[in-house]
């Protein structure tokens, strides 16, 4: 027999069950809210930025014209550290033509 275990309530589930995601229109949903909660985070971190300092300035008279200050600069910085670890990761593969970290499919099989 051919059938697994719903993990949510236990009872017997064949393979043509249908999840959550399955459904187009929940993925759109999903999708819209993504969406929308990133405009509202970048709306809220304009407002804040642009009325009040962030975390340039938690010493008396420093200056508030720091880059940390600029709308939107830690999403950048995150997506700047994101795509440089990414790029750094897949060059660490093959090391001038070798494999340096990447291993031969059969790698543990050979004698």
């Not at 949510?8 to 069950?17: F, I, K, L, R, S």
């Not at 300035?57 to 795509?83: K, M, N, R, T």
């Amino acid at each position: 027999m051919n059938k697994t275990t719903d993990k949510t309530n236990g009872d017997p589930a064949t393979e043509d069950t249908k999840r959550w995601l399955d459904d187009p229109d929940n993925v759109r949903k999903l999708i819209r809210w993504f969406y929308w909660s990133c405009g509202l985070i970048i709306l809220i971190d304009l407002i804040f930025s642009l009325g009040w300092h962030k975390h340039a300035a938690f010493v008396d008279g420093a200056p508030l014209d720091a880059i940390e200050v600029w709308p939107g600069f830690y999403g950048l910085y995150g997506f700047v550290a994101c795509s440089v670890l990414v790029f750094l990761a897949k060059a660490l593969r093959s090391f001038q033509g070798k494999p340096f970290l990447m291993r031969d499919e059969d790698y543990w099989d050979k004698p």
